[in-house]
C-alpha cells in the first residue's frame, strides 16, 4: 500500500531512496530547514525500516567509542591512539542533540520508546589483554569526553558491574573491565519510523512503499530522472536531489546513477547471527554491553559482546556476532547481488582483495560451519554458565563493506561508512556499515553541506542548524568544554543520566 498524504507528484525537490535510518535523519532535517520542500521517499519493501535499520537487525550499541575496543589501535610505545575514538564519541553527540530536539519539539516519543541508559563496558581476560586495557583506559580516562570511565582487575567489582559474566570464574585468572554509566541501548526502528510518521504528516511530504528504484538518468539541465516500480506499475519521478539511502542496496544504485565518483567501489556482504536469550531470570541479572576483544583472524565487525537489549519495552540478552558469507546485499535482497554488482570498473579492487584477505575468507567459513554448541561455547567465554537451551539464533541484517582503491592502487577492504557525492551535489549515496546509525545525524548534516551548501551557509539554515544541534559549526574534538556543556543537556533530556 502506497503511504501518502497528497496526490504524489511526480517532479519534486527531493527523492529519497531507502526508508532506514539515513534517509527518515535527510528528510526530517531539510524538512525543519524548509518546510515548503517538496519530498518523496521510496522503500522497496512493505514497511519503513525493516532491513539494518530494524531493532533486531543491529545491536543497538550508542556507538559513543566508551566500550568498543576496535576504535582504539596500539602506538609503537606500547600507549594506545584514541583519535577514531575521540571523533566517533563526538559524532555520536550530534546523534543525541538532534534527538533531544526532536524530543523537546515532541516530533519523537518518550526517550524510553526508542534509547535507554545501559552502561557500556569492555572486559578482556589473560595478562597481555588486560595490559592493553589498562593503556586505553589511561590513554581515555585522560580526555574530557572519557573522564567518567572507570577501569577495575577487582573481581568483586566486576561481580557487581556484571553479575553473569563473574559466576563460577576462577578467583586467580588475570581480568579487567572498564565501565562508563551513561552508555545507551538504542532503538535505531522506533526512531526510523517515528520520524517517517511525523513525515509523512507534513505538507508536500510523501512515502511510497513497495517501490524499487530501477533507472537513474540524469537529465540536461541536471536533474534526475528515477524509474520506480511499484508492485508491477512503472512511473518516472523527476528530482532535483537524490539521496541513495538503501543500506546494503545503495552500491547498485549508485552504480545505476553513472556517477565518476561512484566508479571502482565495489561491496563485500557480511552476514550476522545473534544468540538471543529472554528467560527472566538471566536478563534481569544482566544490565550491560559487555564489549571483549575480537579473536586473532577476525574482522573488526565481529567483535564479541554481550548485551542488554531493549526493543518495543521488553528486555533480552544478545551476544554475537557470528558471521557468516552471503552473496545478498540486504537481508530480504537476491544471492545475485553480488555478482550483477561487478563491473570492469571495479573488478581489479575486488579481486585483490580477495587474494589479500584469505584470513578472513577463512575465519567466515568457519563462522557458517559453527554448531549451536560451538556458539554456545563462545559465549561461555563470556558467561561460563550458559547453557545450551537457553540461547536461540537469531539472523540480523546484512552489512557491505565498501571495497576501493587504497592510496597503493590495490583494491582496499574498508570497516567504516563513506558518503559518496557527485560533483554537482546532485546526487549522494552513503555506503558501509558501523559506526553507521549511531552517526547518521554527523553523516547527513556532512551530505547537506555538500549537496545544498549554499542554502547550509544561508543566515536563515545557519541558525535553524544551531537550534537542531546547538554545537553546529564548531567542533566537539577541539571543545571539549562545549562537548561537556552539551551533554549534560542531552543525557537530561533523553534519561540517560546515570
Given at each position: 500500500?502506497?503511504?501518502?498524504?497528497?496526490?504524489?507528484?511526480?517532479i519534486?525537490?527531493?527523492?529519497?531512496v531507502?526508508?532506514?535510518?539515513?534517509?527518515?535523519?535527510?528528510?526530517?532535517?531539510?524538512?525543519?530547514?524548509?518546510?515548503?520542500?517538496?519530498?518523496?521517499?521510496?522503500?522497496?519493501?512493505?514497511?519503513?525500516?525493516?532491513?539494518?535499520?530494524?531493532?533486531?537487525?543491529?545491536?543497538?550499541?550508542?556507538?559513543?567509542?566508551?566500550?568498543?575496543?576496535?576504535?582504539?589501535?596500539?602506538?609503537?610505545d606500547?600507549?594506545?591512539n584514541?583519535?577514531?575514538?575521540?571523533?566517533?564519541?563526538a559524532?555520536?553527540?550530534?546523534?543525541?542533540?538532534?534527538?533531544s530536539?526532536?524530543?523537546?519539539?515532541?516530533?519523537?516519543?518518550?526517550?524510553?520508546?526508542?534509547?535507554?541508559?545501559?552502561?557500556?563496558?569492555?572486559?578482556?581476560?589473560?595478562?597481555?589483554?588486560?595490559?592493553?586495557?589498562?593503556?586505553?583506559?589511561?590513554?581515555?580516562?585522560?580526555?574530557?569526553?572519557?573522564?567518567?570511565?572507570?577501569?577495575?582487575?577487582?573481581?568483586?567489582?566486576?561481580?557487581?558491574?556484571?553479575?553473569?559474566?563473574?559466576?563460577?570464574?576462577?578467583?586467580?585468572?588475570?581480568?579487567?573491565?572498564?565501565?562508563?554509566?551513561?552508555?545507551?541501548?538504542?532503538?535505531?526502528?522506533?526512531?526510523?519510523?517515528?520520524?517517517?510518521?511525523?513525515?509523512?504528516?507534513?505538507?508536500?511530504?510523501?512515502?511510497?512503499?513497495?517501490?524499487?528504484?530501477?533507472e537513474?538518468n540524469?537529465?540536461?539541465?541536471?536533474?534526475?530522472?528515477?524509474?520506480?516500480?511499484?508492485?508491477g506499475?512503472?512511473?518516472?519521478?523527476?528530482?532535483?536531489?537524490?539521496?541513495?539511502?538503501?543500506?546494503?542496496?545503495a552500491?547498485?544504485?549508485?552504480?545505476?546513477?553513472?556517477?565518476?565518483?561512484?566508479?571502482?567501489?565495489?561491496?563485500?556482504?557480511?552476514?550476522?547471527?545473534?544468540?538471543?536469550?529472554?528467560?527472566?531470570?538471566?536478563?534481569?541479572?544482566?544490565?550491560?554491553?559487555?564489549?571483549?576483544?575480537?579473536?586473532?583472524?577476525?574482522?573488526?565487525?565481529?567483535?564479541?559482546?554481550?548485551?542488554?537489549?531493549?526493543?518495543?519495552?521488553?528486555?533480552?540478552?544478545?551476544?554475537?556476532?557470528?558471521?557468516?558469507?552471503?552473496?545478498?546485499?540486504?537481508?530480504?535482497?537476491?544471492?545475485?547481488?553480488?555478482?550483477?554488482?561487478v563491473?570492469?570498473?571495479?573488478?581489479?579492487?575486488?579481486?585483490?582483495?580477495?587474494?589479500?584477505?584469505?584470513?578472513?575468507?577463512?575465519?567466515?567459513?568457519?563462522?557458517?560451519?559453527?554448531s549451536?554448541?560451538d556458539?554456545?561455547?563462545?559465549?561461555?567465554?563470556?558467561?561460563?554458565?550458559?547453557?545450551?537451551?537457553?540461547?536461540?539464533l537469531?539472523?540480523?541484517?546484512?552489512?557491505?563493506?565498501?571495497?576501493?582503491?587504497?592510496?597503493?592502487?590495490?583494491?582496499?577492504?574498508?570497516?567504516?561508512?563513506?558518503?559518496?557525492?557527485?560533483?554537482?551535489g546532485?546526487?549522494?549515496?552513503?555506503?558501509?556499515?558501523?559506526?553507521?546509525?549511531?552517526?547518521?545525524?554527523?553523516?547527513?548534516?556532512?551530505?547537506?553541506?555538500?549537496?545544498?551548501?549554499?542554502r547550509?551557509?544561508?543566515?536563515?539554515?545557519?541558525?535553524?542548524?544551531?537550534?537542531?544541534?546547538?554545537?553546529?559549526?564548531?567542533?566537539?574534538?577541539?571543545?571539549?568544554?562545549?562537548?561537556?556543556?552539551?551533554?549534560?543537556?542531552?543525557?537530561?533530556?533523553?534519561?540517560?543520566?546515570?
Amino acid at each position: 500500500m502506497t503511504r501518502r498524504n497528497h496526490m504524489t507528484s511526480n517532479i519534486v525537490d527531493v527523492l529519497l531512496v531507502g526508508g532506514g535510518a539515513m534517509s527518515t535523519t535527510l528528510g526530517m532535517l531539510l524538512k525543519q530547514l524548509d518546510p515548503s520542500l517538496s519530498i518523496t521517499m521510496v522503500e522497496r519493501l512493505e514497511k519503513v525500516a525493516q532491513e539494518s535499520t530494524d531493532g533486531w537487525n543491529n545491536a543497538g550499541t550508542g556507538h559513543a567509542a566508551y566500550c568498543e575496543l576496535n576504535y582504539t589501535s596500539p602506538n609503537p610505545d606500547g600507549t594506545t591512539n584514541i583519535d577514531k575514538a575521540v571523533n566517533i564519541n563526538a559524532a555520536f553527540e550530534i546523534s543525541l542533540q538532534f534527538w533531544s530536539y526532536l524530543v523537546e519539539k515532541g516530533l519523537l516519543p518518550e526517550p524510553a520508546q526508542f534509547i535507554n541508559r545501559v552502561p557500556h563496558q569492555s572486559f578482556v581476560w589473560g595478562a597481555d589483554n588486560v595490559k592493553k586495557l589498562k593503556s586505553r583506559f589511561e590513554a581515555m580516562s585522560a580526555h574530557p569526553a572519557f573522564r567518567e570511565m572507570q577501569y577495575t582487575e577487582d573481581h568483586a567489582t566486576m561481580a557487581e558491574w556484571m553479575p553473569l559474566i563473574m559466576q563460577n570464574r576462577k578467583g586467580d585468572e588475570p581480568l579487567a573491565a572498564t565501565r562508563i554509566e551513561h552508555g545507551s541501548d538504542v532503538n535505531f526502528g522506533a526512531i526510523a519510523r517515528n520520524m517517517a510518521k511525523f513525515l509523512e504528516t507534513q505538507d508536500g511530504v510523501n512515502i511510497e512503499l513497495s517501490a524499487e528504484v530501477e533507472e537513474l538518468n540524469q537529465l540536461s539541465d541536471g536533474t534526475w530522472k528515477v524509474t520506480v516500480d511499484q508492485k508491477g506499475q512503472r512511473r518516472d519521478i523527476q528530482a532535483k536531489f537524490v539521496f541513495l539511502g538503501a543500506g546494503g542496496g545503495a552500491l547498485p544504485l549508485l552504480q545505476k546513477s553513472g556517477i565518476k565518483e561512484g566508479k571502482g567501489y565495489g561491496g563485500f556482504p557480511v552476514s550476522g547471527q545473534w544468540l538471543v536469550c529472554d528467560k527472566p531470570e538471566l536478563v534481569e541479572q544482566h544490565h550491560a554491553k559487555v564489549y571483549g576483544a575480537a579473536p586473532i583472524g577476525a574482522p573488526p565487525m565481529s567483535v564479541p559482546h554481550l548485551d542488554t537489549r531493549i526493543i518495543d519495552g521488553k528486555k533480552a540478552i544478545l551476544f554475537g556476532p557470528f558471521a557468516g558469507f552471503t552473496t545478498k546485499f540486504l537481508k530480504r535482497g537476491s544471492v545475485f547481488d553480488l555478482v550483477k554488482s561487478v563491473r570492469v570498473d571495479n573488478l581489479g579492487n575486488m579481486l585483490s582483495v580477495g587474494k589479500n584477505n584469505m584470513d578472513l575468507t577463512k575465519y567466515l567459513i568457519s563462522e557458517v560451519r559453527q554448531s549451536h554448541k560451538d556458539r554456545c561455547d563462545s559465549l561461555r567465554n563470556f558467561f561460563p554458565d550458559a547453557q545450551d537451551k537457553d540461547w536461540t539464533l537469531a539472523y540480523a541484517g546484512q552489512r557491505v563493506q565498501i571495497i576501493k582503491q587504497g592510496p597503493d592502487g590495490a583494491g582496499k577492504l574498508e570497516f567504516g561508512t563513506e558518503a559518496i557525492v557527485a560533483e554537482d551535489g546532485s546526487i549522494a549515496a552513503l555506503l558501509g556499515a558501523s559506526p553507521g546509525a549511531s552517526t547518521t545525524v554527523n553523516t547527513m548534516i556532512g551530505i547537506l553541506e555538500r549537496s545544498f551548501a549554499d542554502r547550509m551557509q544561508s543566515a536563515e539554515w545557519q541558525a535553524k542548524m544551531k537550534e537542531m544541534v546547538p554545537s553546529y559549526g564548531q567542533s566537539l574534538v577541539e571543545n571539549t568544554d562545549l562537548l561537556l556543556e552539551i551533554r549534560a543537556r542531552t543525557l537530561e533530556t533523553l534519561n540517560l543520566k546515570p
